[in-house]
């Protein structure tokens, strides 16, 4: 989004973000194909989740005085 302050100064920001949820279970029986013996029975869970963001904001000025002319652009940058 861009907002004009004032006529000649501007501010804009920008955010995005990206989610990612993972979820995991795994059962071992202790037997495989009929009576084989495989090892003790087993069960395992997992679960990640995973945030990045990104934040930019940017302040611009372009102004005139007489013939004179001033572009400037400051700003910063967060991301996670």
Do not use: C, I, M
């Amino acid at each position: 989004a861009e907002y004009s302050l004032l006529p000649d100064l501007k501010f804009r920001v920008t955010a995005g973000a990206d989610l990612n949820y993972f979820r995991s279970q795994t059962w071992n029986p202790s037997t495989l194909s009929g009576a084989a013996v495989s090892g003790p029975a087993s069960a395992t869970a997992s679960r990640t989740e995973d945030v990045s963001w990104l934040n930019e904001n940017t302040l611009s000025y372009k102004g005139s005085f007489g013939r004179h002319s001033l572009d400037a652009l400051g700003g910063f940058t967060a991301q996670k």
